[in-house]
């Protein structure tokens, strides 16, 4: 009988990408108060947030995951077995992933403002008992950043090894590169912009109009009335749909289809792209806080870090700088175009920064910094295992 | 004492384009039942006109202007001396203007289904004494031609010497030159395209879902109530007014530009894009009737010649036509950009017809088709010139 073959392991098994599993929301309570831009002052709030992966122990492996208009702490895994959609940027995040939770300690956490957790408007104050509703300050991207920081602090993370977002989270890996500038070694800044053009700010009034508008608003103390400005939210959202979706996408995926076939000529659903939106529209305004989705499109309006700092350039706020950058677009987000994002590159070139930018070609529009292509994702990967094991600064 | 010098006039002189000055509307009534696309048959309805020049003997120098979403009857000159603004054409329609009226005798109706006098939605059923509201039937493309036909029949015109019109107009332009060929010579086909992509669609149905769920729709029979959906109308306004102009052009006359100087941190109109959006919204509730809104969105989105002729192409479609075309797109005009432009050339050429197709560079988006611009003004007049005082074929 012969012996069982030997098998020689030549280099590491790759094992194939997988989920971080099971995680638990974690709740941080600051009681110190916290002054906003707006000049408005909490006295105390909580942030929810998850981590993936092990903090090392010089504390030089956390990664910051800073997310967008909807988005929220929840960024990988599940928080059951019974759940059946993963967290928003699974794709991305988990052992073996591009941001691999093997080597990073990753950190999601809800903004201040947000509504699935963190201190918002639908948050109860606990002065009157009841939601803040419409007394729930505007919040910016630069409060973000430092309720972010504190909550670093709390974890003990004085230096990031990269802080990450897309879209509007993109903007606070900007601002977080000016603020605090030896608090992250990179910057990966991805389908952003340096601020909202006139188009942006007008396709974001139209969105807060319509929810400002629907008698159910209540002027944001729609709780006490028990109902919700759904209809509001819904034209938001779907409007915001379009916006994230390019041209060629949404002709493709739905072109002139007819749900039955034939015209109806009446009002009721009859285009595959209304069924679409629509279905976005609906599920939206059941599971997301108006007041939130107000205060979100007013931080991205706000957002211009030479505005904030009083410099008459990007150029000249970008100076204060240190991160190295991974700065990526996409070639049909015309929400922020590639354009956008070589205006961040130039700033960052301006100041000799260490910079690199990647166009994807993509055909999903905005929404492709949250898909998985081949393309987009082995870059953020070889940009993360480069710079696997740094110490830090 | 010297003579006074004598004047040689050399040539003719070129008086100054002036106003066609104050017209009157007139009103058609039509006894004979017409049948809609929809099946939908009305007994009877009454057209809206106004016409400028004089018909010639031979009745060859007709030019029928088909209006866009919001417009109407009013093209050229004014209805009182007192009126400030002319109609929404004058710029193109008058004395010595592109559109001669000292050569051409010019018709402009309200189409169908509108809110400025032609039977609408807002009009009274005889039958019931009351508005029609929501039993007035979905018109298309197709009906417009046929009631425009019917006017023209009136009019005694058999075959207009041109129909022009941009946008949605020139989508009537388009459907003309197929369902009656040998009733125009020449089509001014502007900013329009020969079907809406799902994008189109999609922004439509999101300004159609903001009119159908404003609590003050009732279901379309608002009059009985004396209330108008104001909410829902001004948001689709809004909405439509960021997609006619250009990105471009709105940063340049808007940009990030505040009102007051300063972030107010709330929600009251903050951005000068924003208060100017606002007004245009608000100025449109105050003067259109929802339910036409809806019912012109409607026609826009069913438009698409081939499907409802049965043919494959546009090319096969087209075979039908006649006519000559000048087709004419804008540069920076993304809701229906130039590439759309380019596919009817390319369904006349395929035909063998005869096609002169100008993209002309101007930077306010699809409004430039109703704004003053030299280059766009000098081609239409010289084409205009060009076909003066040819006979019916």
């Not at 910016?140 to 950043?145: G, H, K, L, N, R």
């Not at 069924?275 to 309006?301: E, H, V």
């Amino acid at each position: 009988m012969q012996p069982p073959p030997k098998i020689a392991i030549i280099g590491p098994i790759m094992s194939k990408p997988t989920t971080v599993g099971v995680v638990t929301p974690q709740t941080a309570r600051f009681e110190s108060p916290l002054t906003l831009k707006s000049g408005a002052t909490l006295p105390s709030y909580e942030l929810v947030y998850e981590t993936y992966g092990t903090l090392n122990a010089d504390k030089s492996n956390a990664v910051l995951i800073c997310h967008a208009l909807s988005g929220n702490h929840h960024v990988a895994g599940y928080h059951s077995e019974h759940e059946k959609r993963p967290g928003w940027w699974d794709n991305m995040i988990g052992p073996g992933k591009p941001i691999d939770t093997e080597r990073f300690f990753v950190i999601g956490l809800n903004n201040l403002g947000g509504c699935h957790g963190s201190t918002g408007p639908s948050s109860i104050n606990p002065h009157t008992g009841k939601p803040f509703g419409a007394s729930f300050p505007v919040v910016s991207v630069e409060d973000w950043v430092e309720t972010q920081a504190r909550l670093a602090d709390r974890l003990g993370i004085h230096q990031f090894a990269a802080i990450v977002g897309g879209s509007l989270g993109g903007m606070q890996v900007l601002q977080w590169s000016v603020n605090h500038p030896d608090r992250l070694r990179h910057a990966l800044v991805i389908a952003a912009a340096p601020k909202l053009t006139a188009q942006n700010i007008a396709f974001n009034d139209v969105a807060r109009q319509a929810i400002l508008t629907d008698p159910d608003f209540h002027g944001g103390d729609y709780y006490a009335h028990g109902v919700v400005p759904r209809r509001g939210l819904r034209i938001a959202r779907m409007l915001g749909h379009i916006t994230y979706l390019s041209d060629d996408a949404m002709g493709e995926k739905f072109g002139r289809m007819l749900r039955s076939g034939a015209y109806n000529f009446g009002y009721e659903v009859e285009f595959e792209i209304e069924s679409y939106l629509r279905y976005q529209g609906d599920k939206f305004a059941d599971s997301f806080d108006a007041n939130t989705y107000l205060l979100m499109t007013k931080a991205l309006d706000y957002f211009d870090p030479s505005h904030h700092h009083g410099h008459s350039t990007l150029s000249e706020t970008m100076r204060a700088a240190r991160a190295r950058f991974l700065v990526i677009s996409f070639s049909t987000d015309w929400r922020f175009s590639p354009a956008r994002s070589r205006e961040i590159v130039k700033s960052l070139l301006d100041n000799n920064l260490d910079v690199s930018y990647a166009e994807i070609t993509a055909a999903h529009g905005h929404d492709a910094f949250l898909m998985e292509d081949p393309h987009y994702h082995n870059l953020v990967r070889a940009y993360m295992e480069r710079i696997t094991g740094e110490k830090a600064a």
